[in-house]
T-cell receptor, first 113, second 116 residues
C-alpha cells in the first residue's frame, strides 16, 4: 500500500541531544513537508522540500535541520538549539503544486526527559 | 500574509445534532485553494475537501456540506446528524502560492466531541 511512514511513534530527548525523526513515502511525490503541532496552535510549517537536494525554511525552522537526498525520504533533526521541542510532528507529501491535497503520516510525539 | 482563523476551539454536541465549524481566511492571492482535514485520535490528518477560489458552489457529500463565501472570506463546514465517529479535530487550510513558497497554512483547529 502506498503511503507515508513516520518513525518512531514516540521519542524522548535528553538535554543537549540531537534526535532525528524519520519520514518515508512511496507515493512518488516530489514535495515533502514537516509540520509541528502544539495544543491550540494548529500546524506550523518547519521545513519543506519541492525537489531532491533542495529544501526551504518554513515559519519555525530555528533549531531544526533537514536533508532531502532521496525522493522518498525527508528526515527531520531536532537539534539541541531547539529549546522547546516537545510537540507532535507530522510529515506530509504531495505534488509540487499546493492545489493538490497533502498526504500525512501518523506523526511522532517528541518529549523531553 | 496569509492567515486562517478557526475561532471555535472546542465544540461538544449530542449525537444526531447538526454542527457547523467556522473558518475565516485572509489572503492577497486572487487564486487560492481551501481545504478541510480531519484528525482522528490516531493522529493522521485525513483530507476531506478542496475548493478553489473561483468555485463558490456549495458542496454536499453525504452528511458533510461546505459553504464557501468569498464575500466574507469564509469556508464553513457543516456535519448533519452528527455521529460519535465524527469526534476529531478539524483543520481548515489555505494554499500559499505567493513568492514561490508553496505550502499550506493551517488554522488552529476545532475539536469536535460528539456525545452518544
Amino acid at each position: 500500500d502506498g503511503g507515508i511512514t513516520q518513525s518512531p511513534k514516540y521519542l524522548f530527548r535528553k538535554e543537549g541531544q540531537n534526535v532525528t525523526l524519520s519520514c518515508e513515502q512511496n507515493l512518488n511525490h516530489d514535495a515533502m513537508y514537516w509540520y509541528r503541532q502544539d495544543p491550540g496552535q494548529g500546524l506550523r510549517l518547519i521545513y519543506y522540500s519541492q525537489i531532491v537536494n533542495d529544501f526551504q525554511k518554513g515559519d519555525i525552522a530555528e533549531g531544526y535541520s533537514v536533508s532531502r537526498e532521496k525522493k522518498e525520504s525527508f528526515p527531520l533533526t531536532v537539534t539541541s538549539a531547539q529549546k522547546n521541542p516537545t510537540a507532535f510532528y507530522l510529515c506530509a507529501s504531495g505534488t509540487a503544486t499546493t492545489n493538490e491535497k497533502l498526504f500525512f503520516g501518523s506523526g511522532t510525539q517528541l518529549s523531553v526527559l | 500574509a496569509q492567515k486562517v482563523t478557526q475561532a471555535q476551539t472546542e465544540i461538544s454536541v449530542v449525537e444526531k445534532e447538526d454542527v457547523t465549524l467556522d473558518c475565516v481566511y485572509e489572503t492577497r492571492d486572487t487564486t487560492y485553494y481551501l481545504f478541510w482535514y480531519k484528525q482522528p485520535p490516531s493522529g493522521e490528518l485525513v483530507f476531506l475537501i478542496r475548493r478553489n477560489s473561483f468555485d463558490e458552489q456549495n458542496e454536499i457529500s453525504g452528511r458533510y456540506s461546505w459553504n464557501f463565501q468569498k464575500s466574507t472570506s469564509s469556508f464553513n463546514f457543516t456535519i448533519t446528524a452528527s455521529q460519535v465517529v465524527d469526534s476529531a479535530v478539524y483543520f481548515c487550510a489555505l494554499s500559499r502560492l505567493d513568492t514561490g513558497r508553496r505550502a499550506l497554512t493551517f488554522g488552529s483547529g476545532t475539536r469536535l466531541q460528539v456525545q452518544p
